[in-house]
C-alpha cells in the first residue's frame, strides 16, 4: 500500500468524484492542518482549509489503494484468499444474558454486552459507537462509557454513522477504546494502523465489525419516505430492522413495511463499491442475518476469541452452535458473495 505525495484535488477525483467514498471520515482524522471537515448529509468530505499536499488522507482512505491481502496477513498471517466471508478462528450464534440489554437490542444482544462486560472489567475505557439523535433518528458517531450509555446507543438506524471521526479525540485523552463500525469503516481503523498513523487511530483494544450490505441517505429513507410518505414522526420510531425488507416499528404499536428494491435509491453511493458485507477484518464481526433473537458471530482473532470467552465465562453472554442457525450461515455466504460481485461490477463501470 505505498502512498505517494498526492493533493486533496486528486484525492477528490479518485475517490469522492468516481463515486466511490464510504463517508468514514478518516480523512479528516488525519489531516495534519485540520484541513478537512465532514458533511453529514452528503457523507463526504470537503475541503475548508489550505492542502500541503501530504498526502497523509490517501494513507488511511479505505477506498483508494487498498490492499487488503497486507492487512490481512498483518491481522492474521495469511490471506483470505478463497474463504467466503474472509479469515476467522469460528462462527457461532450468541445472545446477551442481560434482561436490560434483550429489551433495547437489534438481535441478541452480542454487542452491547461484549462492550458492557468491557468497560465493567476495566479493559477499555470507552466505546466509539453510532449513537443516535431520538428527535430525527440520525445516526451520530458517540463514544460511550457506562452501560447506560450503551443501552442508550443500542440499535441500528440504517443510516451512516462516521464513528471513525472520533478516534483522534479518543487519542487525545488517551482512551482505551472498542471500535464498532461496519466494514467499510473497520478498514479505515486498519489501513491506519497499518500506515502507523498512531496520532490519529489511537489505542484501539478491539474492533467489532457489523455485518452490512448497505446504509441509506438519512434525507431518502428517513425524511422523505418514512415522515414524508408513511406519515411516521422520526421521533415516534421505536425500532428499525431489515428481514427481506425494511420493517419500521412506532411507539405507538403500528408496523409499517418498505421493500428493499423500493428503498434502492436511497442508498449511498459508495455502498456499491463495497464487497465486505461480513466486517471481514475485524476482531469479531456480528450481524443478524436473518437469525430470531440470536446475534450471528464471527470471532476473526486471537484478541476477538479471548474478548467474547471471557464474556461468555463471566456470564454476560450464551452461545449456541452454528449448526442450529444453518440458514443464517447460508445467509452470510449468500450475501458475501452478492456484495463482491457487486464490487465488481461498480468497479468494472467506473469512469475513473
Request: charged residues 25%; proline residues 3%.
Amino acid at each position: 500500500m505505498a502512498t505517494q505525495k498526492t493533493t486533496f484535488n486528486e484525492f477528490y477525483h479518485a475517490v469522492i468524484d468516481s463515486g466511490q467514498c464510504c463517508g468514514c471520515g478518516s480523512c479528516v482524522v488525519v489531516c495534519p492542518l485540520t484541513a478537512l471537515t465532514y458533511l453529514y448529509e452528503e457523507t463526504i468530505p470537503v475541503l475548508v482549509g489550505k492542502c500541503t499536499d501530504c498526502g497523509v488522507c490517501f494513507k488511511a482512505c479505505p477506498r483508494y489503494n487498498f490492499n487488503v491481502a497486507d492487512v490481512e496477513r498483518m491481522l492474521f498471517n495469511r490471506t483470505g484468499e478463497g474463504e467466503a466471508f474472509g479469515v476467522y478462528q469460528s462462527i457461532l450464534a450468541a445472545r446477551s444474558r442481560d434482561p436490560d440489554v434483550l429489551k433495547v437490542c437489534q438481535d441478541g444482544g452480542l454487542v452491547s454486552s461484549l462492550l458492557i462486560w468491557a468497560l465493567e472489567n476495566r479493559v477499555i475505557d470507552a466505546a466509539i459507537v453510532a449513537g443516535f439523535n431520538p428527535e430525527t433518528w440520525e445516526a451520530k458517531p458517540t463514544i460511550v462509557t457506562t452501560k447506560e450509555e450503551v443501552l442508550s446507543s443500542a440499535g441500528t438506524r440504517y443510516t451512516y454513522s462516521p464513528n471513525n471521526l472520533l478516534l483522534r479525540e479518543a487519542s487525545a485523552k488517551g482512551l482505551r477504546v472498542a471500535f464498532v463500525g461496519t466494514g467499510c469503516a473497520v478498514e479505515a481503523v486498519r489501513k491506519m494502523q497499518y500506515n502507523k498513523l498512531r496520532k490519529s487511530v489511537g489505542t484501539v483494544v478491539f474492533t467489532i465489525g457489523l455485518m452490512c450490505h448497505e446504509s441509506y441517505y438519512w434525507s431518502g429513507l428517513i425524511d422523505k419516505k418514512i415522515r414524508g410518505e408513511l406519515r411516521i414522526e422520526p421521533r415516534q420510531i421505536a425500532k428499525m430492522n431489515i428481514k427481506g425488507k425494511i420493517i419500521v416499528w412506532t411507539k405507538d404499536g403500528r408496523v409499517a413495511e418498505i421493500g428493499l428494491k423500493e428503498a434502492r435509491q436511497y442508498v449511498r453511493k459508495g455502498c456499491f463499491y463495497c464487497g465486505d458485507f461480513s466486517a471481514e477484518l475485524a476482531d469479531i464481526s456480528a450481524g443478524g442475518a436473518g437469525a430470531q433473537g440470536w446475534t450471528i458471530c464471527i470471532v476473526r482473532t486471537d484478541q476477538g476469541k479471548n474478548i467474547l470467552e471471557s464474556a461468555v465465562k463471566a456470564g454476560y453472554i450464551e452461545t449456541e452452535p452454528i449448526e442450529k442457525h444453518k440458514a443464517s450461515y447460508d445467509t452470510v455466504v449468500k450475501l458475501s458473495a452478492i456484495q463482491r460481485n457487486r464490487r465488481a461490477k461498480a468497479l468494472s463501470s467506473s469512469p475513473t
